[in-house]
């Protein structure tokens, strides 16, 4: 059985930072990209960022430059390290996997979702 389980949100002043986590199980890590998305309140879903199963990455304009995303494979983990945080960037933020190895942020074919993980930002 496929498990994403998300954590590390929590409240952060405006420039503080975050590293959020997700733990996957039930499926080989490596053979497959995986995305970060977040949902503003209000708003409709927004991904982030994409690490193909290879390592490469993509990040949507308004978190790159701030935001990194990584993944251990020893820990079947990925990782998104937030930094300068504004405001805008309050979310609940979800962790999603690919049917295969490489994808693009505006391919929305995602097959399975972590619960999500509150960021709030306080200015």
Do not use: H
């Amino acid at each position: 059985e496929v498990q994403l389980q998300a954590s590390g949100g929590g409240l952060v002043q405006s420039g503080g930072s975050l590293r959020l986590s997700c733990v996957a199980s039930g499926f080989t890590f490596s053979n497959y990209a995986m995305s970060w998305i977040r949902q503003a309140p209000g708003k409709g879903l927004e991904c982030i960022s994409v690490m193909s199963g290879g390592g490469s990455t993509t990040y949507a304009d308004s978190v790159k430059g701030r935001f990194t995303i990584s993944r251990d494979y020893a820990k079947n983990t990925l990782y998104l390290q937030m930094n300068s945080l504004k405001p805008e960037d309050t979310a609940v933020y979800y962790c999603a996997k690919y049917p295969r190895s490489w994808a693009r942020c505006d391919e929305v074919d995602r097959d399975y979702w972590g619960q999500g993980t509150l960021v709030t930002v306080s200015s």
